[in-house]
């Protein structure tokens, strides 16, 4: 659902700054607490997507067990708890108990070299 990551306690509003581009780093991730809010962020080149850092597995931070999350071929975001994966560009779950899961991606926007919760929906 496009707009799931709207239920979770504590989201954001459209416009909040998440961080400036340069503090991901290129080709891998940054989790970072918004206020209370989990946030994962996959930073390639200058593209970058977020979701709600909770697996939908246990709903557990995917990092919490260490911060190596993105695969060595930068495409799949491997939950550090139980190892499900999702892919990095779209949040589908493409490996192990991520299959028929999915990431709740949250849409971003562009300001500058910020990086800001974009408008409802468009991801
Ligand atoms: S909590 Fe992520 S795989 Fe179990």
Redesign the pocket.
Known sequence: MAEAWKRYRGAPQAGTRICALSDIPNENTLCLDLDGFPILLVRLGDDVRAYVNA??????P?D?KGDKLISADKTILR??????GFSATTGEGVE???IGECLDRIPVAYEGQSILVGDSGAV
């Open positions: 697996c939908p597995h246990q709903y557990l995917l919490h939950c550090t708890n139980h190892a499900a192990g108990l991520g």
